[in-house]
Every structure is written in C-alpha cells, then in structure tokens.
C-alpha cells in the first residue's frame, strides 16, 4: 500500500520557526509537494521537490531526502494567518498525487 | 496564475437527488481534471481522474455509478453524485494540473454537499 505520515498537530508561536516531517512509502515516485489549507476553503500549492535538496520561497523552505523517504517543510516568522492545515504530497505518477494526513498548525500569539 | 472555479460552493438536497458539481478551468485547458473528496479534518481522498473525452478512472472503492463523472471539453469537468444519501456529504474538490513536469495542482473552491 502507499502511506504519508504527518503529525496531526503543530502549535508554535508567533515569530518561531516550525517544521513539519513527512514520511512516505509509495509504488512510484517522481517528487514531493505541500499544500496549505485553510478551513474551509481550497488547498493552494506551496512547493515541490523532485530532487535532493531544500528550496526557499521566501519565508517557507521545503528539503527532501529520497534515499530516507522523507521530507520538511519550514515555516520561517511565523504569523497567525499561517495557522492552517499543511499537507505533503506524492506524486506517484504523471497524473497521481498522494496526499497525507495532513498536519494542523496553530500559530499563538 | 492558473484558475479552476468550481460551482455551486454549497449545496443542500433531499435525500435521493441528485446534484451536480461543475468545474472549470479558466484560463488554460485541462485535458486532466481530478475529483477529491475531504471529511472533516481529513485529509483528501482521490475519487478519480476526468479524462476529456473518454472515461474517467475511478480510483478502488468508488462507484462509478453513483459518482458520474463528465469531461466534455477542455476546460469542463462535472461530478454528478446520484441518488445522494447523508453519507455522501462531504467536501468535494476538483482540481486540475497547469502544464507537465511539477507537482502543482490548482485547486477548485470545494462544493460542500449536505444531504438531508
């Protein structure tokens, strides 16, 4: 079977810097993406790692391990509107993605 | 950036109707739409893949009878749920991919279905 484990929850404050850890065991894999949501509304694409390696884009990074199934996401400064749900995907296929579990932050003043 | 609307945003209906869901892109074409679901607090469940112009692809466990799937042109998918039950309201999200080679999807507002 395919899996993506997450921590359901995350709470760090205002200012900090938090990661989030993905793990994954799938069939195929071309590259792992993150989502943010927030309740309610749409999921919006916040990055995508195919190789080895960290990428910023400004305050959010994402590193991927492929030898160790793994993958991060770092939110930098946090701010309360970065209280949503993040969700790691795999992208097993020309067309499939993968979701996880997904993690919820909460962001404390 | 790429855009997919996605209508109606909420939609409630009497049990044993049924409901269509509508989703477009709207400044590219789509020759692949893609059909979640999402629970409360969940994460999202792949129904299956629109193909323009052929079937779609149902992912295992959902039936392709009750969750009909159209994808008559380039930038129009609808999802028909059928004969809708309580246990069929959910969060429903089309999305569809802009370009080859990434993993970005761009995702639809969500219809929110509640079947009473």
């Known amino acids: 079977g395919q899996s993506l484990e997450q921590p359901s929850e995350v709470t760090a404050v205002e200012g900090a810097i938090v990661q989030i850890n993905c793990t994954y065991q799938?069939?195929?894999?071309?590259?792992l993406s993150w989502y943010q949501q927030h309740d309610g509304g749409a999921p919006t694409f916040l990055s995508y790692?195919?190789?080895?390696g960290l990428e910023e884009t400004g305050r959010f990074s994402s590193f991927l391990s492929r030898s160790d199934s793994y993958g991060y996401l770092l939110l930098q400064e946090l701010q309360m509107k970065d209280s949503a749900s993040y969700f790691c995907?795999?992208?097993?296929?020309?067309?499939?993605?993968?979701f996880g579990t997904g993690t919820r932050l909460t962001v404390i003043p | 950036g790429a855009v997919v609307s996605q209508h109606p945003s909420w939609v409630i209906c009497k049990s044993g109707t049924s409901v269509k869901i509508e989703c477009r892109s709207l400044?590219?074409?789509?020759?692949?739409m893609f059909w979640y679901r999402q629970f409360p607090k969940q994460s999202l469940m792949l129904m299956a893949t629109?193909?323009?112009?052929?079937?779609?692809?149902?992912e295992q466990g959902v039936e392709k009878d009750k969750f009909l799937i159209n994808h008559a042109s380039l930038t129009l998918s609808t999802l028909t749920v059928t004969s809708a039950h309580p246990e069929d309201s959910s969060f429903y999200i089309c999305?569809?991919?802009f370009g080859q080679g990434t993993g970005e999807l761009f995702f639809g507002e969500g219809s929110r279905l509640t079947v009473l």
């Open positions: 799938t069939s195929g894999f071309y590259g």
């Open positions: 790692n195919a190789l080895d």
């Open positions: 999305s569809a991919r």
């Open positions: 995907a795999v992208k097993t296929g020309a067309n499939n993605l993968f």
């Open positions: 629109s193909n323009e112009g052929s079937k779609a692809t149902y």
């Open positions: 400044d590219f074409q789509a020759t692949t």
